[in-house]
């Protein structure tokens, strides 16, 4: 069975990068993929700084997030776009779980592994921008991204209110097919 660790980029509670990332989910689990959501606001990292990690050691809640990375062989993330990038909250999860350390090598946690990609904004472009970095970054750490990804655009218009259930079935399709493709590459 494929394991696919769920993690939005997004700290907030409810975030639309939250909601599209569980339709996808469903379309892995669909697919016959073993799905685990993160959240990250279960392991709350220091701004990385090995000045600080050499001083004081790594980070506890970074080895447990870099664990969790080891344990999954794919990826689905969904993240919002910050000023044309990634959020700086979930960039720095990165940074933590990508340095070597006692237990891992650098890019242990993520080489070979495969991901699909998503964003969601209100806004026309959908967070495209997001995705052109957030691809960059894992394929520098090793990471199989695949080729097909999805900006939601307007995605505040395909949902009633703070729902969870969308009421766009394009969007949706496309969602759960980029789950289940997922599953499917790495079998």
């Known amino acids: 069975m494929v394991k696919v660790l769920a993690l939005t980029g997004s700290y907030r509670k409810n ?17 016959g993929g073993e799905v685990t959501l993160l959240d990250l606001n279960d392991y709350p990292m220091p701004i990385f700084n090995a000045d600080e990690v050499e001083t004081n050691g790594f980070d506890a809640a970074a080895y447990r997030f870099q664990d969790v990375l080891n ?9 919002p ?3 044309g990038s990634l959020p700086g909250g979930f960039k720095n999860a990165i940074d ?18 495969t991901a699909a990609i998503i964003t969601a904004s209100p806004g026309q ?3 495209l921008r997001c995705l052109r970095d ?3 970054v894992l394929t520098i750490m090793g ?35 980029i789950g289940a493709l997922l599953v499917g590459a790495v079998k």
């Not at 080729?147 to 969007?171: L, R």
């Open 15 to 31: 975030s639309y990068n939250t909601r599209v990332l569980s339709i996808a989910v469903e379309g892995a689990r669909e697919a």
């Open 71 to 79: 344990e999954h062989s794919a990826f689905l993330i969904a993240s």
């Open 81 to 83: 776009e910050y000023n």
């Open 96 to 113: 933590w779980a990508s340095r070597a350390n006692d237990r891992y090598k650098m890019y242990e946690v993520f080489r070979g592994k």
């Open 125 to 127: 472009f959908g967070g």
């Open 134 to 136: 957030l691809r960059g």
């Open 143 to 177: 990471v199989n991204v695949l080729p097909s990804e999805i900006a939601v655009t307007f995605v505040g218009q395909k949902f009633d209110g703070d729902g969870t259930v969308i009421n766009d079935d394009k969007t949706k399709k496309l969602l759960e097919n």
